[in-house]
């Protein structure tokens, strides 16, 4: 079982800047791609940001240039590097992340529990 703790949303105004982070732990034998997605109200979740293990990133195309997503192989953390931040920035955001329990079953993800990030004009 993986758990993911996030951390780092919070409130703040048009133009500033938050960063992300969810920390996997628990029992797993690896993990594959992360990502951060993020749900307004009233509104379908939406993919953000994702990394491969490797270190290649996607991004959605209204945060491309603002957001930047990393990780931490060795700490099992992703982060997202949330910056010139806008109303419409305004949901709660998910942690995603793929992982396995042994080296022959097929991956299966597990979602962190949502931090509200808050932007206002």
């Given at each position: 079982q993986v758990q993911l703790v996030e951390s780092g949303g919070g409130l703040v105004q048009a133009g500033g800047s938050l960063r992300l982070?969810?920390?996997?732990?628990?029992t797993f034998f690896?993990?594959?791609d992360m990502a951060w997605y993020r749900q307004a109200p009233g509104k379908q979740r939406e993919l953000v940001a994702s990394i491969t293990h490797s270190g290649t990133t996607n991004y959605a195309d209204s945060v491309k240039?603002?957001?930047t997503c990393s990780r931490d192989n060795a700490k099992n953390t992703v982060y997202l590097?949330?910056?010139?931040l806008k109303p419409e920035d305004t949901a709660?955001?998910?942690?995603?992340?793929?992982?396995?329990?042994?080296w022959f079953m097929p991956y299966i993800e597990a979602w962190g529990q949502g931090t509200l990030v808050t932007v206002s004009s």
């Open positions: 982070s969810c920390a996997a732990s628990g690896s993990i594959n240039g603002r957001f590097q949330m910056n010139s709660v955001y998910y942690c995603n992340v793929e992982h396995r329990s042994t």
